[in-house]
């Protein structure tokens, strides 16, 4: 796909497989509120993202090494080592798992906006041939 679209579809594509994967994290954290010690968990991209995408582009062939780069991604999952002020030791904080879930349903729909505007310019493009 990146032979006609370039990097910046796939970074795109990525980005929203990754915040869909953090999205059912915390989802999942909040399923499992009652659960007895119960730790929750986060996804982390973007720092190792940027880079990642950051070192390649010192390289040679830099379209193709950004699109390994890109393509090379996974997310990193963690639990968090917070003590719980609950007696069953669980520590999901139900407010900060609905703020993230709201955050990433925002980034989420803002890279499908995105994407959706770069191949609506593409096809304008294209139809002016």
Known sequence: ??????????????????????????????????????????????????????TAEQGGRKKVAIGNAIQSQRAR??????????LDGNNVDMDQEQVELVKTTYAYQYMVNSVNNDLRRLMAAAKSF
């Open 1 to 54: 796909m990146s032979l006609f679209y370039g990097n910046g579809v796939a970074l795109t594509e990525k980005t929203l497989d990754l915040l869909w994967g953090r999205q059912n994290l915390t989802v999942n954290n909040i399923a499992n509120v009652d659960t007895p010690n119960y730790k929750s968990k986060y996804l982390t991209f973007e720092n190792e993202l940027l880079h990642r995408i950051s």
């Open 77 to 86: 999952i963690h639990s968090t080592k917070n003590e719980s002020s609950r």
